[in-house]
């Protein structure tokens, strides 16, 4: 049986040749990591392994050919392969359903991009297309924050707000000029400016207690600069402290799934891997080691291992689970 990883890397490979055939001049290695949602390393490795297809015979003119010119890539020789894959059904009624919900997203800077894609789609699904309507997205929000919020953005009014703040286990008011909505991985997310601490922030609607519309218009200041969240609401700073965790293999999906470092694969554990990541926010990363269950070990800093290590006694000792060394 083919494994869910072998069916999409080869779904993947059989993309990339196309993509690249569209974009002739070349494209950063990590665009095209982002754009196929895969890390750098996996990518190089996908198009390492594309040197050796191409047509019967496998010699000299029969394989795929690419070329690399500082941290672009590009197709030099295609072996026939130009067309790319069709949508099926399901992935076409997928797309449309997002699509159009996203249509719906007060303060969504690309519509006109959007509605371009959305026609695009709708006339290759065909029939598939019809009767596909946008779906009421509210996945960890609160009904009625979302509500007020979008009257927010749709009035152009400033908003006050009572929001918790995990990290520090307390609640706090804020006056902000919203900007934009945003749904990632299921959540939904306010951009805006928080005039308390004179920056752009995005806060979770789940933990927003109370917002109301003010009789005032939002103005964010020319300094406010929407953030990217393609790739993750998350980005440290890069002066956060950096912490050194080696993963099992059945913890591989952190480096994907958060922007981490120094990315290595190690035999201890076997199949595992090595990673650095930054974060402002020491406590967090106890938080997740703690929730990977043994699957995740701390190298760096101390204060953090030493820190899992006591968390992981407590636990123990809660339920009367004898710890060793104690």
């Known amino acids: 049986m083919t494994s869910p990883a072998t069916s999409e890397r080869m779904t993947r490979l059989l993309s ?154 307390e609640r706090t008011e804020r006056t902000v000029d919203p900007m934009r909505l945003h749904l990632v991985d299921g959540r939904w997310y306010l951009e805006a400016w928080s005039r308390e601490v004179a920056g752009v922030r995005l806060f979770r609607l789940d ?36 912490v050194r965790l080696r993963l099992a293999r059945t913890a591989r999906w952190v480096a994907e799934y958060y922007p981490v470092e120094d990315v290595r694969e190690v035999d201890d554990p076997p199949g595992g891997l090595a990673v650095a990541l930054r974060t402002a926010d020491l406590a967090w990363a106890r938080r997740l080691v703690a929730s990977l269950g043994g699957a995740a070990t701390v190298d760096e800093p101390a204060e953090v291992a030493q820190a899992v290590v006591a968390d992981a006694r407590a636990a123990l000792a809660r339920y009367g689970v004898p710890v060793p060394g104690a």
């Open 207 to 242: 933990r927003i207690d109370d917002v109301r519309v003010l009789d005032e218009p939002a103005a964010p200041p020319p300094q406010a600069a929407p953030r990217d969240v393609a790739s993750g609401v998350y980005r440290p700073a890069p002066d956060a402290p950096v």
């Open 16 to 169: 990339l040749v196309p993509y690249l055939t569209a974009r002739p001049e070349g494209v950063p290695l990590g665009e095209v990591a982002r754009d196929f949602g895969v890390p750098e390393r996996q990518l190089r490795r996908d198009l390492e392994l594309l040197w050796m297809c191409g047509l019967p015979g496998y010699g000299p003119g029969d394989l795929i050919d690419l070329a690399f010119e500082g941290d672009r890539v590009r197709v030099t020789f295609t072996a026939g392969m130009v067309r790319p894959l069709r949508l099926t059904t399901d992935e076409a009624v997928a797309l449309l359903v997002a699509l159009r919900t996203l249509l719906d997203l007060p303060g969504l800077a690309e519509q006109d991009a959007v509605s371009r894609a959305l026609a695009k789609v709708s006339a290759a699904a065909g029939h598939a297309a019809e009767g596909v309507t946008p779906v009421a997205l509210s996945v960890d929000a609160r009904e009625q924050a979302l509500a007020v919020v979008r009257e927010g953005l749709e009035r152009g009014r400033a908003l006050h707000l009572h929001y918790y703040v995990p990290t520090r286990d």
